[in-house]
């Protein structure tokens, strides 16, 4: 006589001759890996949720160097970089290619236009508890061709690939700097 087991995804046999084999415990064992699994997949999602919530939470009034914004939120994020703040909102997401075009709008607070804006663009997909799936994360460096205005509000717009509209859960700017100002005369 044979006996078979499903363990951790793995067929177990063992003939009748190979020891004493409790079919209750074997059970009893492979439910118990079954929920540590369970466990150990619910604390990956709750680890990549608290970090997503503890990064958004330091964008929310707190000067920081990540501006983090997710589509439908509404208000903006407030980045530190060499010059001083910079304010991001997503201001319109739409279908592009195989991926988004996403609109930002800068709101430059400063008295000076500020030129050839560069980061650092990160984005991806959500799971259902909205923390960051690592395995979708896209990143690319991008500097924008429009002058920042002072005191304004700027719209820029940046291609997202790989992530349609619909399905696109944060994007993530980080490493400002710049090329250049001018102040008036």
């Given at each position: 006589m044979e006996f078979r087991f499903l363990i951790a995804g793995f067929v177990v046999a063992c003939a009748a001759g190979c020891g004493n084999v409790n079919s209750n415990q074997v059970a009893a064992d492979a439910k118990q890996i079954e929920e540590l699994e369970a466990a150990v997949t619910q604390?990956?999602?709750?680890?990549?949720?608290?970090?997503?919530?503890?990064?958004?939470?330091?964008?929310?009034?707190?000067?920081?160097?990540?501006?983090?914004?997710?589509?439908?939120?509404?208000?903006?994020?407030?980045?530190?970089?060499?010059l001083g703040t910079l304010i991001i909102?997503?201001?319109?997401?739409?279908?592009?290619?195989?991926?988004s075009k996403v609109t930002l709008r800068f709101g430059n607070p400063l008295a000076s236009s500020v030129n050839g804006l560069e980061a650092k663009v990160d984005w991806g997909l959500t799971d259902e508890e909205g923390g960051m799936k690592?395995?979708?994360?896209?990143?690319?460096?991008?500097?924008?061709?429009?002058?920042?205005?002072?005191?304004?509000?700027?719209?820029?717009?940046?291609?997202?690939?790989?992530?349609?509209?619909?399905?696109?859960?944060?994007?993530?700017?980080?490493?400002?700097?710049?090329?250049?100002?001018q102040l008036s005369r």
């Open positions: 604390a990956k999602k709750d680890i990549m949720k608290l970090q997503f919530d503890t990064a958004l939470a330091r964008t929310k009034g707190d000067l920081s160097v990540i501006a983090l914004m997710r589509p439908g939120d509404e208000g903006y994020s407030v980045v530190r970089y060499d909102a997503i201001d319109d997401i739409s279908p592009y290619a195989n991926g690592e395995e979708t994360l896209r990143s690319k460096e991008v500097t924008l061709n429009e002058t920042l205005r002072p005191g304004a509000w700027t719209k820029s717009t940046i291609v997202l690939d790989g992530i349609p509209p619909s399905s696109l859960g944060f994007v993530r700017l980080s490493n400002v700097s710049h090329t250049g100002v």
